[in-house]
């Protein structure tokens, strides 16, 4: 006796589903773009439950535990998506250092004491591209000062064109210093203006003075600038901090 098979005809949906037992998601998924009946045999919650569980275990367990009307499925699709977009890499910001410069000032009570106009294309990018940057003084613009405990700083960036203004750094009174070192001052960021909800942003502007004494008074003569992470107080990389300013800088 002969056994003849139709061409046409699509195996049994109980074979289907013995065969996608062996399959991996990806293939499976594929296979149910075939036709409707394959469809619907590969996207049986008898086949889906047990590879969600494995992977995305706390998405399972909350089908069960919500009695979600959601296919396995689709919880693996959603599990998928999300971890794809926790690790996919950001856009490159709209903005670039060349689009912006540093307006930073220096006062006591009784004078200015520096004021650097720094642009962002003269900045020298450190060699580990974190948002760091070191600027010098110049020597005319040098002044001494008696006491450390009244200064105010301020920094602000500032789009070309005078555009926008975005204050990285308003900080009043006595930072932390140790004299022929260095002084430091910090300032917790906000969030976006996308973001606003009385929080921080977990970003520090961090601005250090270098000082050195003559004729028994402080004088600044370099000073860097940069943006911390709270949670590493590492420096924050470069194109990090510029997707951040560009939240308050662009259009």
Not at 186 to 212: M, T
Request: proline content about 4%.
């Amino acid at each position: 006796m002969s056994l003849k098979l139709c061409s046409n005809s699509s195996p049994p949906w109980q074979v289907l589903v013995l065969v996608a037992n062996h399959l991996d998601p990806k293939t499976i998924a594929i296979a149910s773009c075939v036709c409707k009946s394959w469809s619907i045999s590969m996207s049986s919650d008898h086949l889906w439950q047990p590879i969600c569980a494995a992977q995305y275990p706390s998405l399972s367990n909350l089908h069960a535990s919500a009695n979600a009307a959601v296919s396995y499925s689709k919880l693996y699709a959603l599990g998928y998506m999300s971890e794809k977009r926790r690790v996919q890499k950001p856009l490159k910001p709209h903005l670039s250092l060349q689009d912006i410069f540093f307006a930073i000032d220096i006062n006591d009570k009784r004078s200015c004491i520096a004021t650097i106009i720094k642009p962002g294309g003269e900045l020298e990018v450190d060699k580990n591209g974190v948002f760091r940057f070191d600027i010098d003084v110049e020597s005319d613009k040098l002044v001494a000062f008696d006491t450390t405990d009244n200064l105010r700083i301020t920094w602000n960036v500032v789009m070309k064109g005078f555009e926008s203004v975005f204050t990285m750094m308003e900080c009043k009174g006595k930072g932390n210093f140790v004299l022929g070192l260095q002084g430091w001052f910090s300032k917790e960021l906000p969030l976006p203006g996308c973001c606003l909800s009385g929080g921080a942003s977990g970003l520090v502007a961090d601005l250090r003075l270098g000082l050195r004494i003559s004729g028994g008074k402080v004088v600044v003569e370099k000073m860097s600038v940069g943006v911390l992470s709270v949670v590493s107080w590492r420096y924050v990389w470069v194109d990090d901090v510029l997707r951040y300013l560009q939240h308050f800088l662009l259009p």
